[in-house]
């Protein structure tokens, strides 16, 4: 039996799809737009600094994404390519 690659995996995550968990949250951490996108978050960081996508600050360090972003997000890569 294969064991999961990433914390993500071994929550029940399959073939990019996010975990049910996942799903129902409204913001996100760093580290779950990462796994919503399929992207590093070193990659997320990048989207936030060029404006590509909008955080929430709600400490220095704690910093949060709205899924309905997250989801536009997929759907601007889907339908033409990144801006």
């Not at 993500?8 to 975990?19: I, K, M, N």
């Not at 929430?56 to 704690?62: D, Y």
């Not at 910093?63 to 997000?73: F, G, K, Q, T």
Request: aromatic fraction near 6%.
């Amino acid at each position: 039996m294969d064991r999961p690659t990433t914390a993500t995996q071994a929550e029940g995550e399959q073939y990019g799809q996010p975990t049910t968990a996942l799903a129902n949250k409204h913001l996100l951490t760093r580290r779950e737009a990462a796994a919503f996108l399929n992207v590093s978050e070193k990659t997320i960081q990048r989207y936030e600094r060029s404006n590509m996508l909008r955080s929430i600050h709600l400490t220095r360090r704690n910093i949060r994404y709205r899924r309905a972003d997250l989801e536009s997000m997929l759907t601007r890569f889907e339908v033409g390519g990144a801006e």
